[in-house]
Structure formats: C-alpha cells, structure tokens
C-alpha cells in the first residue's frame, strides 16, 4: 500500500509529460519543477527531446529506474505503461491522473483492475486513477492549484473527490491553515479514504506526525476499517473532521418497523464518526474552521471570554456559542473593577468585555493577563478585533500572537477586516497564525468540537446474555419476523424486561389468560405488522365480556394467526431498536415512543457493541430527555434499567446478527421499572457475517 516510494521518491517519471501546462501532464510536470523537487526528474514524450527543460524519452522501455510514476495519458495506454515500469524499472509508486477507468463504463473497469493486480504483484502503491494527485513537502505531485504551505506539522488531508480537494484547500488557505499532505485517492482502486487513515495511524509518531487529520468522503466502503484507525488515532492525540456528502435520501424507503424508517445510512455514519470522535463536518467552510480550532490548544472548559472592540460581532459570537450550548460567563468582582480601570471610560468588563473602538494593543493585553490569571471562570478567550481602517494595527497583532504563546488558555483570534487590514492580516499569518475572519462560523465550529464525544474504549464489557439459548432460537428460525413465543425467548435470554403475556387461538383461552393476568388487559392481534392502522389493538379491556367480544372481532382481522393478551399497564412511552445496516454492523436506537416516535422522529443511533457511556450519552442527548428525567414534577423514567435494556439489546444483535430489523416499541417507563410492551423482530439469513 503507502510506501516510501509514493512519499519521498527520489525520482519521479512523469508520463504524458508536455510543455502545455493547461494539461494535466503539463501542469503537474510544472508543479514539480516550481516545488523545486530535489530528485531525478523525467518525462515520457513520444515527440520531444525536452519538456519544459526536463530530459524526455520516447518509451518508459528507455529510462532508467525510478521510485514514482505520475501518469497523465489515455486510459487504454496505462496498464502497459504500468507493466514495463513495475517489472522492468523498479517503480513502485503510482499515481494516475487519467480518467476513463471505472467510473466510466465496464471496460475501464476491467482496466483498473489489471493495474491493480500488477502493481500489487510488485507491493507498489496506487493513487488514483481518475484524480488530481498527492502532495506533500517532498514534492508537488498534483496537477492543480492552488499549492498550499507545506508544513510536516500542517493539516493531513484525503479527498474522494479531487474538486472537492482543491475548493477545500482554498477555504483553508485564506485563514492561514497549511498542511502537511494531500491525498486524492479518485476511484480508490488500491488506496481509498479507509486505508490513507489506517497507513496514518501505523506510522503514527508522535513527535514527528502531524496531530491534525481532514477527510473529505463520498463512499464509505470499509466502515471498521476507518473505525478502528481513526479512534486509535485520536487515542493517541490527532483530531480528526471529516465531511461525508450524500447525507440526504431522495424519495422514501419502504421500511415494515420504525427502526427501518430511521435508521439509515447516514444515521450509521453519524453513529460511526460518534464512536470514533470524528468531528461531522457538512461544508467546506465548517471544515476549514474546525480544522483551524483544532490547531489552537485545546479547550478544557465550555467558559468562553469574548474580547472586543466592535459590539455588533461579539452579540452574534455570544448567540452563536450560546446557541451552541457553550457558556458566556458573567464576569465580575475586584479583579474585573481593576481591569475595567485600565481601560478608556465606556468599556465593559462583564463579558462580552468591549474595550471599544479606540482599544488599544496595550489594553488588550491587559484584557488577555485577566483572562488568563484573574478570571477562574474562563476557559479560552475570544478575541474580535477588526478595523475601520483609519490606521494599522501590526501592534495589536503582534501583541496577540505573543499572548497566544504563552497563555495556557486558547486564545482564538477574529480577525474581521480582511480588506483593512489585508497586510496586518497577512503578517500575522506569516508568524504561522490562523484567523477566524467569521465569528458566527467560529462559534458554531467550536461548540461542534467541544460537543464530540471522544472515542469510545477499543474494549467494551457486554452484559451477560443467555448465548445458547439466543441461537438455539435463531438457528431454528426461518427468515422474516420471529413467533410471539420466540421473541419472548430472545427478550429474556437477553434479560430485558418485559409484561407478561399469553397468545391465544380460542374465545376461551382468551377469557383465561385475561383473568389470570389481571384485569385491565391489552389486546393485539398476532399477525398484521402495523396492529393499530387495522384495528387491531385494544386497550383497557376491564372485564371478561368485552375480552370475548373482542376476540371474536379481531380473530377476523385478515392475516391475524392469534391474539396476544397483557396486562394493562401505564408509564411514559418509550423506544429502543436496532437495524442491520450494510458494510456498518447494527445501529442500535432509542428515544421517546409511541406518538413520539411518529411525529417528532427524536431517536438517537449507536453502533453495536455499545457501551454504558455511549448508552447513556444516547439517552441524554435527546431533544426529549427532560420527560425522561422527570419535568415539573412528573414522575422520571429509571436511566439506569433503560440504558441497560439499549446495551443489552447491543449484546443480543453481536450474538445474534441475524437479526436484521428490531423494535421494542413501546417500552413503559416509571421511576421503578422500564418494561418491554410489544416487540417485533425480523430477521435475514443471507450475507451475515459473524
């Protein structure tokens, strides 16, 4: 895969190569030579002697060994091109810029494959085909600009999408983020996304290795792959952003549970990046601002001081991190009277702490020394300072660069005037420093990093489940949705509690099972998949004459098979599922039932296996949580007992990963008890693997 050829080559053919630099083999050949590429160079020109004062040869059977090939020719021409380079020259690093491969028809994929297998009969590493490039501060192997900083310390970046990678970098650019490397993996016929994140993580190195990691993805094709490296990753101390696109399903999918209709794909993704600590980005410019977060120090507190000297910004920063459930504390006391002296007449200490338009660097400084040293209830400081553009102000940047050395707190710089005060700005940048020139932007970016969980443990620790009797049941299952009875037996193998129940065929077995279950009873059909739009549940049936009656009407119900009788009970209506996602595993979901689920749609996902953090994070970040907690006085919902029945439902999916839809829906919640009511669960057979 990812060799030391493909990251610093000492010598580079550049097949394709021309003296027209609007071509890709043009223009990448002209990168290489700007980025002042210390190795040997060629080209491969079938009509010239020298391009672009590079030594040309007429065919790769002529040149002599070389570590990387860029290749910008027809697709039909490459795999032999690739063949003699491999075989015959030693190459061991690819990278195709060429479309026309699989991303085109049949035939171009029959092509890719064949360089595959050639190069990786050699051990040799591909980027591409069909994509802009790699980059890193050994050489300019792509065929686009812009070509940002190189720094081994900057932004490590893979891309799916080559566009996609040079409109991020130009977010980026601006705000003075530089980077270490730039992936653009194309159709990733060798190296996808997954695998430059894994190559990151087993060459990690903690002195050497860049901290902070971006991805831009399409496709996420080996979801434990990308899992398991990016929380080890951030186990070791990187930060990782990445957007994946195509969030939206167009259209509706038939789906026969609740759990079906919510759990999508892109549901998985979001519980994916959760249990990883991946920050979800949506946009290029929320990447850019979370990636430049991440170079600062990191913040321990959500205590946020906002400094400026322009009142507009700092009230749209304060909704901003407000809105983002972060805290803009009040400040005041002795120490904020002494700060508020060294200040002109007008200024404000009592956060936002306005030091006015005529503030000057002096003042600022005071401001940060408070901040730092007075004020224990600030965690990271906020700093807008733009200009009118009356006079410059390399003073006040200056000062704030010095400050952001040696403060322990963050210090997050805004600087708005990026037409005023373009040259101050671009000094700054220089010193290696990074602007926020949106404080809206900033505040929603940072509240996103400061509220993504960290990784979830590499070990989790299940309950205990009845194993054997789980697949006793499920071996002998046929496909589709389990009897009654089985999924009695699966419930309880898993210890989750549930009401007693009995299944009835006959008018006086219902009357039976109703007297000794204890009257009031509910009763559903056995059969149907959606009971309530065919009538077919009753509730608070009190006395044995109704229970006749309505077992006579419902038994009748088409597709009825039997009536499940329970007894009558109360509490808030609760919701905990799972569903099979391809590639992914199960997600696992909970929230509030019933109507809830219906209208509001307030569930949150996790991947199995779960644990009790990433359970109990499920429940209390949901919009409803403050029903289950108990609000103005009604009763609250037992946590612990629900957050057990999410993780148990996690350990019976990784027994059982047959089981390809579930809900239990409703559960009754009290302040005692959390009790399973009704449950349906589906499974499927066919591509399970164990």
């Not at 079938?46 to 090939?69: C, E, I, M, R, T």
């Not at 491999?86 to 810029?97: G, Y």
């Not at 609250?636 to 029945?645: S, T, V």
Request: aromatic share 6%; hydrophobic share 40%.
């Amino acid at each position: 895969m990812i060799n030391e050829q493909l990251l610093n080559p000492k010598s580079i053919v550049v097949v394709g190569g021309s003296d027209n630099i609007q071509s890709p083999g043009g223009k990448v050949l002209k990168n290489l030579i700007d980025g002042k590429y210390q190795g040997n160079l060629y080209v491969i020109n079938l009509k010239q002697d020298s391009v672009q004062g590079v030594k040309a040869y007429k065919n790769a059977s002529d040149l002599p060994q070389v570590d990387l090939a860029i290749i910008a020719i027809a697709a039909k021409f490459c795999p032999e091109t690739v063949d003699i380079l491999a075989k015959q020259k030693n190459t061991r690093a690819f990278i195709i810029l060429s479309a026309g491969f699989s991303e085109e028809n049949e035939e171009g994929a029959k092509l890719e494959k064949q360089i595959v297998d050639t190069i990786n009969s050699v051990k040799g590493s591909l980027i591409g085909p069909n994509c802009v490039g790699f980059l890193n501060s050994n050489y300019n192997g792509i065929f686009t600009t812009p070509i940002p900083k190189l720094d081994p310390m900057g932004v490590d970046f893979a891309s799916g999408s080559g566009a996609t990678a040079v409109f991020i970098m130009e977010a980026s650019m601006p705000k003075g983020l530089q980077f270490s490397s730039v992936y653009s993996v194309g159709n990733s016929a060798q190296i996808g996304v997954e695998e430059v994140v894994k190559f990151w993580d087993e060459s990690y190195d903690s002195s050497t290795s860049s901290n902070v990691k971006l991805l831009y993805i399409e496709s996420i094709n080996k979801p434990q792959m990308l899992l398991k490296h990016a929380a080890s990753l951030i186990r070791k101390g990187c930060k990782i952003a990445a957007i994946k696109s195509g969030s939206s399903e167009a259209g509706s999918r038939a789906a026969s549970s609740h759990t079906g209709a919510l759990a999508s794909s892109d549901v998985a993704v979001n519980a994916l990046f959760r249990k990883a600590g991946i920050v979800r980005c949506y946009g290029r410019e929320e990447l850019a601002s979370v990636a430049s977060i991440f170079m600062h120090k990191e913040l321990k507190g959500k205590n946020i001081a906002i400094i400026t000297h322009a009142g507009g910004p700092a009230v749209m920063l304060t909704d901003s991190l407000s809105n983002g459930k972060l805290n803009i504390p009040h400040i005041s006391g002795k120490k904020s009277e002494e700060l508020l002296c060294k200040l002109f007449p007008g200024s404000s200490v009592a956060n936002p702490i306005d030091f006015l338009a005529t503030g000057t660097a002096e003042q600022l400084g005071h401001i940060i020394d408070a901040c730092e040293n007075d004020f224990d209830n600030v965690d990271a400081m906020a700093v807008i300072f733009g200009s009118p553009g009356l006079f410059a102000v390399y003073d006040v940047y200056d000062l704030l660069d010095e400050k952001m050395k040696s403060c322990k707190k963050p210090i997050y710089p805004i600087l708005p005037s990026i037409i005023n005060v373009k040259d101050e700005i671009e000094h700054f940048l220089n010193k290696g420093r990074i602007n926020f020139p949106d404080e809206v932007v900033f505040g929603n970016a940072l509240s996103k990093v400061y509220h993504t969980p960290k990784p979830q443990n590499e070990k989790i620790e299940l309950p205990i489940i009845d194993k054997a009797k789980t697949r006793n049941i499920i071996d002998n299952a046929p496909n589709g949705y389990l009897s009654p009875k089985d999924i009695q037996g699966l419930l309880d193998g898993a210890g989750i509690p549930r009401a007693g129940e009995a299944v009835v065929t006959t008018k006086e077995q219902a009357i039976e099972s109703a007297q000794k279950l204890g009257l009031p009873v509910v009763m559903k059909v056995v059969g149907p998949v959606h009971k309530s739009d065919v009538g077919g549940v009753v509730l608070n049936v009190k006395d044995t004459e109704i229970v006749a009656k309505e077992f006579d009407r419902m038994i009748k119900i088409k597709d009825t098979t039997a009536i499940l009788i329970q007894p009558m009970l109360s509490g808030v209506e609760l919701f905990v599922g799972a569903k099979r996602e391809e590639k992914f595993g199960h997600m696992v979901l909970c929230g509030l039932g019933g109507i809830f689920i219906e209208v509001l749609k307030d569930v949150n996902a996790g991947l199995a296996p779960l644990s009790q953090d990433e359970a109990n994070d499920m429940i209390k970040n949901l919009k409803g949580y403050g029903i289950i907690k108990g609000t103005r006085g009604q009763e609250p919902i037992n946590e612990e007992i629900l957050r057990d029945i999410v993780v148990r439902i996690s350990a019976l999916v990784t027994v059982a990963p047959e089981i390809f839809e579930m809900d239990l829906n409703p559960l009754l919640g009290k302040s005692d008890k959390v009790v399973a009511v009704d449950a349906r669960i589906r499974i499927e057979k066919d591509n399970v693997k164990f």
